[in-house]
């Protein structure tokens, strides 16, 4: 047996160790956490690894992303710096001047943050695509990923696009009409490339902190090639892969497992779209989109089948359903689903609900009784809430009532964090933040508890409920990150709960500070099971 001990630093624990300044590690498990005088003594022949002051905690769990997607908007085209339509027009055109690839894949482009005063706070049209890259395929996704737009190049791929639902010749496409052109954009991306993007992308988790990530697929999303693909990837963060089709029996659920390799049948399991596309299904129309009410790809009896026959198989679900009329369709086929399986046979499953931003108390209530995990995005708040942003402006009044952390905690919903990536960056401390200083207050959650949902939440989301995974309490793995932290602070989501786990004697371990303004945590290096697999490069 071989045992670390680290030294030097503070150490995220327990309530049985705030103070704690050491960590001892024997073969990849936690094997005793406490003071640095106390490990010396009972560790003599340990290897000593010295902390220089630096915070340690659990490391990361990422509920929610499409790896190769990732990938490819950190080495390829972003455009979510663009600030109007000409300017993205100009970094697509600088783009082609260094690129011969056979597909130009763009990822990033929000025109709810450019000027709207007159066409440059316009999405680009096909013309401009063309105008731009001639007779090169080019595909630009929306920032959600719901809606794309495409070069005639890239259209002509698809044959019959002009019939789909969502066609329109000249601006971004949507719903089928997007994941048909999508899919032949896909097509173009090599292997080579694919693997690249997604080694890339895991790289990328590794240097924030995160040890395992939830992969998204789905026959819209990334297709069946890319999918399996991410199955043989050589590298150390852990990926567990959901697989959003819908089935209808347990033979069905069954053969797709089998056939997909899968860890689970759902994730991004489309029941609507995103409201920045106009494509999340709503109950009212869009405020900025008169007679809009979004899309609704799957209705109340698929969606009590999927459920059915996955419970029945003792399978994981999950839907992806960001508006109400989508939450509502959800809840009413579980609510069938629970009255004839049983609450319990759905909580044995611990079913996921994607992005969950439009629930209801009574809903809450619902998914709690049944089990379910909200894997959510704080992020989106972060992006798009508040005044004179874009929930405000697609969804009016309705927006202050989105992304309820509180709420849903409140009523006994597990709460998982995630970045969606590459709609979101990887970036836990950041979600943190975005989770504790929430646009509307009463959403938000304590630091506390939004670092358990980057952590804990994240195991349990992907099936691991022992206890002690993602902790750091004896018989732990030694899953864990260094951080390069300010100060470290006991601290609620606002003023009106600050009372007794604020006081110092509630013996309460402090995190860093994550108020605006404050500088996060900077990873020195993360590990996996005892062993390091991100070290931050010296300067």
Known sequence: ???????GGTVYSSPAAPDATALAITDGIVVWVGTDDVGRALHPDAEIVDLGGHFVAP???DSHVHLTDTGLRLTGLDLSGATSRSDCLQRLAAHLETSDDAIVWGLGWDSSTW???DAEGLPPTTADLD???GDRPVYLARVDEHSAAASSALRELVHGIEAATGFDPQTPLVADAHHRVRAAARALITPEARRRAQLTALDHAASRGVVVVHENGGPDISGVDDFRSIADLDHPVQVRRYWGQPVSTLEEARA???AMGADAIGGDLFVDGAIGSRTAWLRDEYSDAPGEYGVSYLDEETIAAHLRATTLAGVQAGFHMIGDGAVAAVAAAMTAV???LGTAALARCAHRLEHAEMVTADQA??????????????LFDDEWGGDDALYIHRLGERA????DFAGLARAGVALAFSSDAPVCDIDPWATIRAAVHHHTPTNAISPRAAFAACTRGGWRAGGVNDGLTGTLVPGAPAHYAVWDADELVVAASHQGVQRWSTDPRSRVPALPDVAPGARLPECVRTVIGGQTVYERPTA
């Not at 047996?1 to 030294?7: G, K, S, V």
């Not at 089990?371 to 995005?377: N, Y």
């Not at 202050?400 to 992304?403: E, F, G, I, P, S």
Request: some cysteine; hydrophobic content about 55%; aromatic content about 4%.
């Open 115 to 117: 000027d709207g005063s």
């Open 256 to 258: 797709v497992m089998s």
């Open 131 to 133: 105008a731009v890259a």
């Open 1 to 7: 047996m071989t045992t670390q001990l680290l030294l």
């Open 365 to 378: 209530e619902l998914f709690a009784r049944c089990g379910v995990i909200a894997s959510m995005q704080p």
């Open 338 to 340: 629970a009255d004839e």
């Open 59 to 61: 490391a990361f769990v």
């Open 400 to 403: 202050a009532t989105l992304n």
